[in-house]
């Protein structure tokens, strides 16, 4: 279980981490989702004590990390895939980790083992590829057997097969009933691994709910409607709880009914319909209307003026919806 | 790459029992610091360096001496051969300053020291091991030089009556201090390591200091040799000279002159000061 009340972080005039407050519950995969410079890793880093907040408090397991007798039984964190001296083996790297805590070479080769590290444990780290390096971080979270982990973009630099063996392990150790804190800038990976989701975006927390529900709200609850009628059709579809707002003469678009129900209404009145489409969206819409405020970098459209790129017309309606959605749920 | 999700069996109970004796304690973050330091290379080769200048200087010292003494030169007493170690630790305290230095910045360098922090969330015993390892290494290292040294002594002047007397207390005094200075000036070096994180700041500071900048306070103006006495080599090298040339370097001397234990004293304060600062720093700064 990790808590964080208020936690903020700046430096000089830049807030990374802006009154964060969330809890990271056990038994399930916890995503931490953010475009680059959102202030994941400096949250992480803030959980283990490697950075001091500037205000707030951060716990594991009821208390501050460095308060822990036995650290690296309470978490295991893998911030940075190059934490690690290049010019030692992973094999020494590990022993030497583990020897602060009187953990010996039997879990040192176990979790060389579990990591599929045997062919290059006695190399020097210097000459690994950004996957093995990936995989020797995950070797370290693992190597006291911890009750929590973080793991900061552990698919980094993974080839396919890692990406699905890092999913299948930390699902793993969630069913376990560990606390698994995951970072990622990719909602597809998270939509796979994740049941739990928490976005940031300029460093405060934007979303924070089940994956199901954050998907949930970028699905199924709009409808689009396209009618040579939609001005009569308004009438008779508005009521409590449902919304209808016209976006151009032959168009609508509802909220709170459901494209049965719309359907049924326009043939009892015997109204002409051109379409009828429940705008489905994704975990990925949802991300992007989350954080589209937020990013700190943000590529440009050379040439283009903004009402020029209309051809996205209603994907881009559908995230301002999603955003207006999610910001009620969070409050 | 074959990997394979569950543990071999042994070793996955489940969270939360404490049953075993896994926890963070000094003597193991001692042990962990150990291990980091044998297993570079740069220490293989820097405390090789050390030994072998040590080693070597002496032995040439002492053939040369040796064909001297046999010429029937005249030399002043016992005081004459064993002023070679002075210039041997002024050498090997080059490769001292190099290990003492990476030993800390080394892991700022790499992002080694995220783990390190990681796994010793206090901070604090993670740099006190770090120096325990460090002075205790080149102490023993520079002690076996010291005595391989007095070995080739003995059979290189021995046979002249000429070998350095160990009886004599300010010959013992030079000998272990050879050792003393070493640990004390790699301690300075580390600290001023851990202090500025970055490998080539803090050798270009150190070589700076020792090298180049206490030479200056030599130039004979008054504030400056008021200085010179107390800064960290010219008053930790004291313990590595005979008395006469103490007292030789005393003659019109404008500041203070500190005898050789006082001189190692300042050296030691030195290095109190930094270390201190060093931890304040670590504490206090992120990582």
């Known amino acids: 279980m990790i808590e964080a009340h208020g936690l903020t972080k700046r430096y000089g005039a830049k807030t990374a981490v802006d009154d964060v407050t969330f809890t990271v519950h056990p038994g399930k995969v916890t995503g931490f989702l953010g475009p680059n410079g959102a202030g994941k890793s400096t949250t992480m880093r803030m959980i283990v004590g490697l950075d001091h907040p500037t205000r707030g408090t951060v716990t594991v397991n009821g208390r501050r990390y460095a308060q822990h007798q036995r650290p690296l039984r309470e ?27 009187g953990i010996g070479r039997a879990r040192v080769r176990e979790v060389i083992e579990m990591t599929g590290l045997e062919t290059v444990a006695r190399k020097r780290v210097g000459g690994f590829s ?24 552990p698919v980094n ?173 969070t409050r | 790459m074959r990997s394979s999700i569950l543990t071999s069996g042994t070793q996955t109970p489940l969270p939360g029992r404490p049953a075993d004796d896994v926890r963070l304690t000094f003597p193991r973050v001692v042990r962990s610091e150990w291990i980091k330091f044998r297993t570079l290379r740069s220490t293989i080769w820097t405390l090789a360096t050390t030994l072998v200048l040590i080693v070597g200087i002496v032995t040439l010292f002492s053939v040369a001496f040796a064909s001297q003494a046999g010429a029937g030169q005249s030399t002043e007493g016992d005081g004459g051969a064993i002023v070679v170690f002075s210039i041997a630790a002024g050498l090997a305290q080059l490769a001292v300053t190099v290990l003492g230095v990476l030993a800390i910045t080394g892991e700022y360098s790499t992002g080694m020291i995220r783990s390190t922090l990681a796994a010793v969330p206090r901070r604090l015993p993670a740099l006190w091991a770090k120096a325990l390892v460090l002075a205790v290494s080149i102490f023993v290292v520079s002690l076996v030089a010291v005595a391989i040294s007095l070995a080739v002594m003995q059979l290189v002047l021995g046979a002249k009556g000429r070998a350095p007397d160990l009886g004599d207390s300010a010959t013992a005094r030079i000998l272990l201090g050879t050792v003393l200075y070493l640990s004390a000036i790699a301690l300075f070096a580390f600290a001023i390591g851990a202090l500025l994180r970055h490998s080539a700041g803090a050798l270009a500071t150190v070589l700076g200091l020792l090298l180049v900048i206490e030479n200056l306070f030599l130039i004979p103006w008054k504030p400056l040799q008021l200085v010179s006495p107390f800064l960290p080599g010219t008053a930790g090298s004291k313990i590595l000279m005979p008395q006469e040339q103490i007292d030789a370097m005393s003659q019109g001397a404008v500041g203070v002159t500190l005898g050789p234990w006082q001189g190692f004293a300042v050296l030691l ?19």
């Open chain 2, 269 to 287: 304060a030195w290095v109190a000061v930094l270390l201190t600062a060093a931890a304040v720093l670590l504490r206090r700064r992120n990582a």
């Open chain 1, 75 to 101: 978490v295991g964190a893998l911030l940075d895939a190059k934490a690690v001296h290049t010019g030692r083996s992973a094999y020494n790297h590990l022993l030497a980790m583990g020897a602060t805590h």
């Open chain 1, 157 to 329: 630099g993974l080839d396919p097969e890692g990406v699905v063996w890092v999913r299948n392990l930390v699902r793993y150790l969630a069913s376990e009933g560990r606390t698994v804190f995951l970072s990622s800038h990719l909602m597809s990976e998270m939509a796979l691994t994740a049941d739990h989701i928490i976005v940031i975006g300029r460093g405060r927390v934007l979303a924070d709910a089940p994956v199901a529900e954050i998907v949930g709200r970028a699905s199924g609850t709009t409808v689009r409607v396209r009618s040579p009628e939609a001005a009569r059709l308004v009438d008779l579809l508005a009521g409590p709880g449902v919304s209808v707002t016209s976006t151009s003469p032959q168009w609508l678009e509802v909220t709170g009914s459901t494209a049965e129900a719309i359907g049924e209404v326009a043939a009892a009145a015997r109204l002409v319909l051109h379409e009828l489409t429940p705008v489905t969206g994704s975990l990925e819409d949802a991300y992007m209307a989350l954080t589209k405020e937020s990013l700190e970098y943000r590529s440009s459209t050379i040439g283009l003026h903004p009402d020029h790129l209309r051809a996205d017309h209603n994907a881009d309606h559908n995230a301002d919806h999603v955003l207006a959605d999610t910001k009620d749920v």
């Open chain 1, 130 to 153: 950004l996957g093995m390096g990936q995989r020797l971080g995950i070797a370290s979270a693992l190597l006291g057997n911890p009750r929590t982990l973080i793991l900061d973009e």
